[in-house]
């Protein structure tokens, strides 16, 4: 069974910060991410999924240093597998909550 939803939503800070991760016997599907530069300047946001652990490098980086203009949303479709509870989706941002980066999909139980 599943359940289309918001997997998750959080405010990047300037630390690369663990957003999800899979409970026991979960599948999540990350179809959709949505970028929300809340400021009146240009910002710039990282995302990396490492399935197995919590290495944030060039072997997991999705997304990195990308630019998002001013008080701009933007919607970036993705298929993001996730069914290790070890694993971890993080973000980061060049300037703390002023970011927020929020991942809509399904979750498989």
Known sequence: MFQEQEIFAQQ???AV???YSPS???TAIIKQ???CNHESSQQAWSLWIDND???YDDDSVKYEDIA????????IDCFYPMNN???NLA???DVNSKITISAHGAIIT
Do not use: F, H, P, Q
């Not at 998002?68 to 919607?75: G, M, P």
């Open 12 to 14: 990047a800070t300037t």
């Open 17 to 19: 910060t663990s957003a």
């Open 24 to 26: 026991a016997g979960e």
């Open 33 to 35: 991410l949505t970028i």
């Open 53 to 55: 652990g919590s290495d």
């Open 68 to 75: 998002i203009a001013a008080n701009t949303t933007v919607l």
């Open 85 to 87: 509870v070890d694993g």
């Open 91 to 93: 973000i980061k941002a």
